[in-house]
């Protein structure tokens, strides 16, 4: 059975991909992912863990089996290498590192099951491919304000609040999971084969737009014309459609600029690719082992929208010098527009699946709070 799901799976990856922020490329869709060419500070580099490191003595040895879908290079590298960092620093290099690098061990559908099993300890999940596992997960996946606003909208509903909290990770724990922070993972983006100034221009505009997202397009204006990620540079560049949206990194990484020379950041930011455990194998540490592991974490969590940041601006600047188009900015008024069809739009696949696993009024209360951070007046 696991291995058919995870071929149905396989094959909606690619669809999940246009409505997260932060893969790189098609082949590989985790959604804390950034583009290659994306500015990521080597993880030597980045500064200690703000809170002192206990005695080595304090801390029993430890091995942790991590899988990890990235390679070394990219930014979800990157930021793994320096939670590596931050451990061996604050445990006094008691707590090393077994790591499987770029989906060699499991890929990022294989990798849920891992960590369920017990197979690895710990992973950074990209929770896209798994939203009928955990259907809790599935509220809307970004938030408008930028990269600490997508951060802080997470570790509310995640850990912070304490009715959507217990929900949220009452259905990991539930499993054998346990959910320990999130990264950062970008900025989402609209580029078009044609000038335009504003939403309402991009959305006249347009003839045909790429997108296999429908339900928040189409509140939008758009005429929607399915087409995957991996699909887009060639149908752009043939007018089988004329503009798209998608994460903004991946967008710059498969050089969709060469054929759609007008940008603009949509406002919205994504978050995910959670620090995740297996229950059973974090309930078996010690007290001082736990503390270590959460307090890089969360270094690894702040450091992250440090790293985004600069590669937003980074991938904005090398699209601005291939295209010789400075980015549109959208008013406050149109990036309004755009999350309320987000938000409804992913609200009601949301309860859509939740009903199908009889958890509506949990997910109703999840999406309640959701809206109630992002400033939206949801009437679900």
Not at 21 to 27: C, E, M, N, V
Not at 281 to 292: P, Y
Request: glycine share 8%; net charge negative.
């Amino acid at each position: 059975m696991k291995k058919i799901l995870a071929l149905l799976l396989a094959a909606a990856m690619v669809f999940a991909m246009a409505a997260c922020g932060t893969s790189t490329a098609a082949s590989e869709p985790a959604p804390a992912e950034e583009a290659a060419s994306s500015a990521a500070a080597p993880a030597e580099e980045a500064a200690p863990a703000e809170e002192a490191a206990p005695a080595a003595a304090d801390v029993d040895a430890l091995t942790i089996k991590f899988n990890s879908t990235y390679q070394e290079t990219e930014t979800g590298g990157q930021l793994q290498k320096y939670f590596f960092d931050q451990l061996d620093q604050l445990s006094g290099g008691a707590i090393t590192v077994d790591v499987s690098w770029g989906g060699t061990l499991f890929d990022s559908i294989g990798e849920m099951d891992a960590v369920l099993d017990g197979v690895v300890d710990m992973i950074n999940l990209g929770h896209m491919p798994h939203l009928d596992t955990i259907p809790y997960m599935s509220f809307p996946g970004f938030a408008p304000g930028g990269t600490q606003a997508a951060l802080d909208y997470f570790n509310t509903l995640m850990f912070e609040d304490p009715d959507t909290s217990a929900l949220i990770q009452g259905e990991a724990e539930a499993l054998g999971i346990k959910y320990l922070g999130s990264l950062a993972g970008g900025a989402n983006a609209f580029c078009a084969k044609y000038e335009f100034t504003d939403l309402d221009s991009l959305v006249k505009g347009s003839g045909a737009f790429g997108n296999f997202d429908a339900a928040i397009f189409e509140a939008l204006g758009f005429q929607v014309t399915a087409v995957t990620p991996p699909e887009c540079y060639e149908a752009l560049d043939r007018g089988m459609i004329d503009a798209t949206q998608m994460g903004f990194a991946p967008m710059v990484s498969m050089a969709w600029y060469e054929v759609a020379p007008y940008w603009a950041l949509d406002g919205t930011y994504t978050a995910g690719n959670f620090f995740t455990v297996n229950l059973d194998w974090w309930n078996g540490l010690t007290d001082a082992q736990r503390d270590v592991i959460q307090q890089a974490v969360d270094a690894t969590e702040a450091y992250s929208a440090t790293i985004y940041d600069d590669a937003i601006a980074a991938d904005q600047a090398l699209v601005e010098e291939k295209t010789g188009n400075a980015f549109v900015v959208l008013s406050d008024e149109d990036v309004a527009r755009i999350w309320e069809a987000t938000f409804e739009a992913k609200a009601a696949d949301a309860m859509s699946r939740a009903e199908k696993n009889g958890k509506s009024d949990g997910m109703h209360t999840i999406l309640a709070k959701a809206a109630e951070i992002t400033g939206y007046d949801w009437k679900g």
